[in-house]
T-cell receptor, first 110, second 116 residues
Framework: GENVEQHPSTLSVQEGDSAVIKCTYS??????FPWYKQELGKRPQLIID?????GEKKDQRIAVTLNKTAKHFSLHITETQPEDSAVYFC?????????FGKGTLLTVNP | GAVVSQHPSWVICKSGTSVKIECRSL??????MFWYRQFPKQSLMLMAT?????????EQGVEKDKFLINHASLTLSTLTVTSAHPEDSSFYIC????????????FGPGTRLTVL
C-alpha cells in the first residue's frame, strides 16, 4: 500500500516569512495529492490539491509542487499570518483512497 | 458547496456499551462514504469504505465485527462501535466524494468519542 512521509513535524516561523512542508510517497500509482489544514478539534479542510499530470499549482499565498520522478511533493505558504497556525496534512492516493502523512504543526509567531 | 454532517459531535460512554455515529450528506447523494479515525496528535487513518446497498470494505487491521458500518441510503452511513473500550476513544471522521470528481472528498465535522 501507499506510504506517505511528512517533514517537519513542527515548524515555527515569524509572521510574514514563508513556510515549506515536504512529503514523499511510495506508490507510483498514486495520482492525487491533496493538502489539508486542521485546527484543533475541527474537520480537515482542503486547502489545495494537485494531480499527477501537473507539476505546480498556486492559489494566492499557497502553492504546491509535485515531482513524480522523485515521488515527492511540497506545500509552500508565503507571507504567513497568525491565522495560518494549524496542523497541515499531506496525503496521496487515487480513486478516493488517501493515505495521510503524520502532520506538521505550523506556528506563526506575530 | 456540498456539506457532510455528523451526529453526535461528541459522546461519552461506559466501557462495554455500543455507540452509533451518523454521517449524512446534506445536499447530495453519496453511494460511497469513508470512515477515518484520528487519535490525539496523530494522523487520519482510513478505517473502512462504506458502500450503499452492499457490505463495507475494511482496511487491514480494522475489526469489522467491532466497527459495524451500515450504508442504508444514499445520504446516510452509520458507524457503530460495539463493546467500546477506553482504547477506542478517538476522533471519528467521515467523508464523502465530491460529485463530478474521481478523487476529491468532503469531510464531516467529526465525532469525539470518549470511553470511560
Amino acid at each position: 500500500g501507499e506510504n506517505v512521509e511528512q517533514h517537519p513535524s513542527t515548524l515555527s516561523v515569524q509572521e510574514g516569512d514563508s513556510a515549506v512542508i515536504k512529503c514523499t510517497y511510495s506508490d507510483s500509482a498514486s495520482n492525487y495529492f491533496p493538502w489539508y489544514k486542521q485546527e484543533l478539534g475541527k474537520r480537515p479542510q482542503l486547502i489545495i490539491d494537485i494531480r499527477s499530470n501537473v507539476g505546480e499549482k498556486k492559489d494566492q499565498r499557497i502553492a504546491v509542487t509535485l515531482n513524480k520522478t522523485a515521488k515527492h511533493f511540497s506545500l509552500h505558504i508565503t507571507e504567513t499570518q497568525p491565522e495560518d497556525s494549524a496542523v497541515y496534512f499531506c496525503s496521496g492516493g487515487s480513486n478516493y483512497k488517501l493515505t495521510f502523512g503524520k502532520g506538521t504543526l505550523l506556528t506563526v509567531n506575530p | 458547496g456540498a456539506v457532510v454532517s455528523q451526529h453526535p459531535s461528541w459522546v461519552i460512554c461506559k466501557s462495554g456499551t455500543s455507540v452509533k455515529i451518523e454521517c449524512r450528506s446534506l445536499d447530495f447523494q453519496a453511494t460511497t462514504m469513508f470512515w477515518y479515525r484520528q487519535f490525539p496528535k496523530q494522523s487520519l487513518m482510513l478505517m473502512a469504505t462504506s458502500n450503499e446497498g452492499s457490505k463495507a470494505t475494511y482496511e487491514q487491521g480494522v475489526e469489522k465485527d467491532k466497527f459495524l458500518i451500515n450504508h442504508a441510503s444514499l445520504t446516510l452511513s452509520t458507524l457503530t462501535v460495539t463493546s467500546a473500550h477506553p482504547e477506542d476513544s478517538s476522533f471519528y471522521i467521515c467523508s464523502a466524494p465530491v460529485a463530478g470528481t474521481k478523487d476529491t472528498q468532503y469531510f464531516g465535522p467529526g465525532t469525539r468519542l470518549t470511553v470511560l
